[in-house]
């Protein structure tokens, strides 16, 4: 190697030739190029960070200088391909060295950002270098890259730091009202400041960027706040002191500004002030804010003391700190004298414990305060006082202070204690008439009552005196004919039976209309109910009447007693063929129905989800007169003799009974519609209960053993013997005693067939005893009014079975069936 070439070399040169870089890297130095002795011995002995790019793979070499830029690559990179050495950075680099190999032409750039691996991450770091062509001898070919660089990261981002800390400052002092700053050279007489605070006090800001004598500044400032400034001034000079003065600055349009300044003087140490730097504040909108405040709260206190009322106010533990002038001219008291819980001396001695015991209250909830009490007023005398009061709170719901008035009432008292004995006169004299009232509003109740009572019992004696005519005429006569030895005697049997079912049927409609017959609710399908209704209607009304039933899908349930709607559907079915005499149609519809509280309230109903069943006829019609009262007892349109004007009000008192609404709707010579409402039902759905209209009578088994407990011989008689026709065996007793010792003597008793009011034991009080001696034991009970023995609000109790009197075989017979074989029992 060229011993001349290297010198100079230092530690890269001796690791040059301790590698043999003329034999690995660059060939022989006979090969050399006169163009890379060169650049080498450059390279070698400069103290610029040199590198030079070789051959066609662009072989790296490069001096000491360059070194710590190779970092942690050096000496590795030393005869590496730049590929591998950069390959970091190759991606930026390769267009740049591939256009001077190509082209010829060299490539300068300035904080060219280079992502370089360093310590393990990639930091973008920033560069200016140059690369330069190194050609052959003829300098038409490129042997290589002259590379000088150096790294500009550091000087930027200090560059930027810098910046960023300009930018903050004058962010911070832009957030500041017409914030400014001046630096004042008091040997010098010049006041250096920024735009801002030139701006404010009406200097050119340039003028003040080079610097303005102290009396520029001076000439802004309000003369009548000028000497006391100055004054202010000179003492910080000889002190040394904090300047902090706040007074008006004239504005070059005329306006007025308000500035706070201060800065302290920095004083030589013979006392010779030398610096005085500072800053200003523009404070016109807090002035502003100071002098509105100060004008609010000096109308404020005008409108207190100008009314009426007597104002105070507390802190939030209740310690009363303000009142207003008027306080003091009712009482009479010093100013201050009543603030804290003085305030109480002031009331009655018979009201300071209330009061204070209301106020303690109030404070400890934060409920309006509200009392009337007696103040000492400034005559010594003691006035009524209303006294009101309402806490203040913030956002987070916590009492900040309290306002309270005081008011005046005495007149008001006063007033009120004669309107008192004046109303105590009035309401005497109102007992006295309303007593008079109520006794003559007695008495025509009572003679409306005896009017009803006579309409009732005469429309009963009459009906009942035809149907026992009936009953005593067919018993005369079977007696004779049968003494006779005549056997034609089926005609008075049925006369009289015909009036006895009359009478039984009277006496229903009469406790329905009362709203006094046991109901036995159950859920009805009333689209089942009236589809299973319709051959008998048929046959009830004759073929002359056409019955169609319109069924509304989706029908919601009721909870009502199946029988009595069966019966009530019946009679109002009868009552259609009886208004349609010539014949014509009927027409029988189901529907869901919601009454609204308007229509509730006019017809006396609750509001809510109904089912409607609705019967239209095409008969005669009713007018007005008639419709006021259809549902009247014993009131008919009907010829004497063909009904007894029970019918609707059986329905009606019925309907009522189960929570419905029964409304008519007529029109002479159009025909009527009667709709039923019944509440609609939300449980769950039980098992149906197959129609109870029949005329067979299911026959007993032997082996089915029923007591009979019935206190009237004549009816138990008839029981028993009805019972053992209808194939059951039959046990009697006169009372409960004898029919709980039966029980307790066999097991073998199925069913207790019992009258519910017995002297002595009632049939309730027998069932539930014998209940607990027999769990199973199946119980009917049979009665002719049941004074809420087993019935309450109108309804059997749950699980209980009744049979009414009167009643037929063929009744006595389904019922006794019904007991023993209970429906989820046939289904199941």
């Given at each position: 190697?060229?011993?001349?070439?290297?010198?100079?070399?230092?530690?890269?040169?001796?690791?040059?030739?301790?590698?043999?870089?003329?034999?690995?890297?660059?060939?022989?130095?006979?090969?050399?190029?006169?163009?890379?002795?060169?650049?080498?011995?450059?390279?070698?002995?400069?103290?610029?960070?040199?590198?030079?790019?070789?051959?066609?793979?662009?072989?790296?070499?490069?001096?000491?200088?360059?070194?710590?830029?190779?970092?942690?690559?050096?000496?590795?990179?030393?005869?590496?391909?730049?590929?591998?050495?950069?390959?970091?950075?190759?991606?930026?680099?390769?267009?740049?060295?591939?256009?001077?190999?190509?082209?010829?032409?060299?490539?300068?750039?300035?904080?060219?950002?280079?992502?370089?691996?360093?310590?393990?991450?990639?930091?973008?770091?920033?560069?200016?270098?140059?690369?330069?062509?190194?050609?052959?001898?003829?300098?038409?070919?490129?042997?290589?890259?002259?590379?000088?660089?150096?790294?500009?990261?550091?000087?930027?981002?200090?560059?930027?730091?810098?910046?960023a800390s300009e930018e903050r400052l004058e962010y911070?002092?832009?957030?500041?009202?017409?914030?400014?700053?001046?630096?004042w050279d008091v040997v010098n007489d010049k006041i250096t400041s920024d735009a801002r605070f030139a701006r404010l006090y009406g200097v050119d800001p340039e003028l003040a960027a080079k610097g303005s004598s102290v009396k520029d500044f001076f000439s802004g400032i309000h003369p009548d706040d000028l000497p006391r400034v100055r004054e202010a001034i000179e003492h910080a000079l000889k002190t040394g002191e904090r300047f902090a003065e706040e007074y008006r600055l004239t504005q070059a349009d005329g306006s007025l500004r308000w500035v706070s300044a201060q800065g302290r003087c920095t004083l030589a140490p013979d006392g010779t002030p030398l610096r005085f730097p500072g800053i200003s504040i523009d404070i016109s909108d807090r002035v502003e804010a100071?002098?509105?405040?100060?004008?609010?709260?000096?109308?404020?206190?005008?409108?207190?003391?100008?009314?009426?009322?007597?104002?105070?106010?507390?802190?939030?533990?209740?310690?009363?700190?303000?009142?207003?002038?008027?306080?003091?001219?009712?009482?009479?008291?010093?100013?201050?004298?009543?603030?804290?819980?003085e305030w109480n001396g002031m009331f009655h001695p018979d009201d300071q414990d209330r009061a204070w015991a209301v106020w303690e209250h109030c404070l400890q909830t934060g409920e309006p305060y509200h009392i009337e009490y007696r103040l000492r007023h400034r005559s010594g005398h003691y006035r009524w006082v209303l006294g009101r009061?309402?806490?203040?709170?913030?956002?987070?719901?916590?009492?900040?202070?309290?306002?309270?008035?005081?008011?005046?009432?005495?007149?008001?008292?006063?007033?009120?204690?004669?309107?008192?004995?004046?109303?105590?006169?009035l309401e005497r004299a109102v007992k006295e008439r309303t007593a008079a009232l109520m006794q003559a509003e007695e008495e025509l109740r009572q003679a409306q009552k005896m009017e009803a009572v006579g309409q009732l019992t005469g429309g009963i004696a009459h009906d009942f005196n035809n149907m026992l005519a009936v009953i005593l005429g067919g018993l005369n006569l079977l007696e004779r004919r049968l003494k006779r030895g005549e056997t034609d005697v089926e005609r008075y049997i049925e006369a009289a039976r015909d009036s006895a079912n009359k009478a039984a049927a009277l006496t229903h409609r009469l406790l329905a209309f009362s709203r006094r017959q046991p109901l036995s609710p159950e859920v009805i399908d009333p689209n089942r109910m009236v589809a299973g209704m319709s051959e008998i209607l048929t046959r009830t009304i004759g073929e002359q009447i056409v019955v169609e039933t319109v069924l509304a899908a989706g029908l919601w349930k009721t909870h009502a007693d199946a029988v009595q709607l069966e019966q009530a559907v019946l009679n109002l079915a009868v009552n259609a063929r009886d208004a349609m005499a010539e014949g014509g149609q009927l027409t029988i519809e189901t529907a869901n129905a919601h009454l609204d509280d308007a229509y509730a309230q006019e017809n006396a109903t609750k509001p809510g989800q109904y089912v409607l069943?609705?019967?239209?006829?095409?008969?005669?019609?009713?007018?007005?007169?008639?419709?006021?009262?259809?549902?009247?007892?014993?009131?008919?349109?009907?010829?004497?003799?063909?009904?007894?004007?029970?019918?609707?009000?059986?329905?009606?008192?019925?309907?009522?009974?189960?929570?419905?609404?029964?409304?008519?709707?007529?029109?002479?010579?159009?025909?009527?519609?009667?709709?039923i409402y019944l509440p609609r039902y939300y449980g769950e759905e039980t098992a149906n209960r197959p129609s109870t209209v029949t005329e067979t009578a299911p026959r007993g088994m032997s082996e089915d053993v029923v007591l009979v407990v019935e206190d009237d011989e004549r009816v138990r008689a008839f029981s028993v013997e009805a019972l053992i026709e209808l194939g059951y065996t039959v046990l009697q007793a006169p009372n409960g005693a004898a029919g709980l010792k039966i029980i307790e003597e066999r097991d073998d008793i199925d069913l207790l067939f019992t009258d519910v009011v017995m002297p002595g034991m009632t049939g309730g009080e027998l069932a539930k005893l014998a209940l607990q001696r027999r769990p199973g034991l199946k119980v009917l009970f049979t009665t002719g009014f049941t004074r809420n023995a087993i019935v309450h609000n109108g309804v059997l109790d749950p699980g209980t079975h009744l049979i009414q009197k009167p009643f037929s075989i063929e009744q006595l017979a389904v019922k006794i069936r019904d007991v023993l074989d209970p429906i989820e029992a046939a289904a199941g």
């Open positions: 190697m060229d011993k001349q070439f290297l010198a100079g070399g230092g530690e890269l040169g001796e690791r040059m030739r301790a590698m043999d870089w003329s034999a690995t890297a660059l060939g022989p130095t006979t090969s050399w190029p006169p163009t890379l002795k060169m650049a080498l011995n450059l390279c070698l002995n400069t103290q610029i960070p040199t590198a030079i790019y070789w051959g066609s793979e662009l072989r790296l070499l490069y001096n000491d200088a360059w070194a710590p830029i190779a970092g942690e690559k050096h000496p590795w990179a030393l005869g590496r391909p730049a590929r591998e050495v950069w390959a970091d950075i190759w991606h930026v680099i390769e267009s740049q060295l591939t256009n001077v190999l190509t082209s010829g032409e060299g490539f300068s750039v300035k904080d060219q950002m280079l992502p370089m691996q360093r310590g393990g991450r990639v930091q973008n770091t920033r560069w200016d270098y140059d690369f330069t062509p190194l050609f052959d001898q003829t300098g038409a070919e490129v042997l290589g890259i002259f590379n000088q660089g150096n790294e500009t990261t550091a000087r930027l981002n200090a560059e930027r730091a810098l910046r911070a002092l832009g957030a500041v009202n017409s914030i400014g700053t001046w630096d100071e002098n509105a405040l100060r004008a609010s709260e000096e109308r404020f206190q005008a409108i207190v003391d100008s009314i009426d009322q007597m104002i105070w106010s507390t802190r939030p533990d209740g310690y009363h700190d303000y009142y207003n002038q008027r306080w003091y001219d009712f009482t009479g008291v010093p100013e201050g004298s009543t603030d804290g819980e009061a309402q806490a203040v709170r913030d956002e987070q719901g916590a009492v900040t202070r309290w306002f309270g008035t005081c008011t005046d009432i005495q007149e008001i008292v006063d007033a009120r204690e004669v309107l008192a004995r004046s109303r105590e006169e069943i609705a019967l239209t006829d095409t008969g005669s019609g009713m007018s007005e007169e008639v419709l006021a009262k259809a549902f009247d007892p014993f009131f008919t349109t009907k010829a004497v003799g063909k009904g007894t004007g029970l019918g609707l009000s059986q329905v009606f008192g019925f309907v009522r009974q189960s929570g419905g609404h029964v409304k008519i709707y007529s029109e002479i010579g159009q025909g009527t519609t009667i709709k």
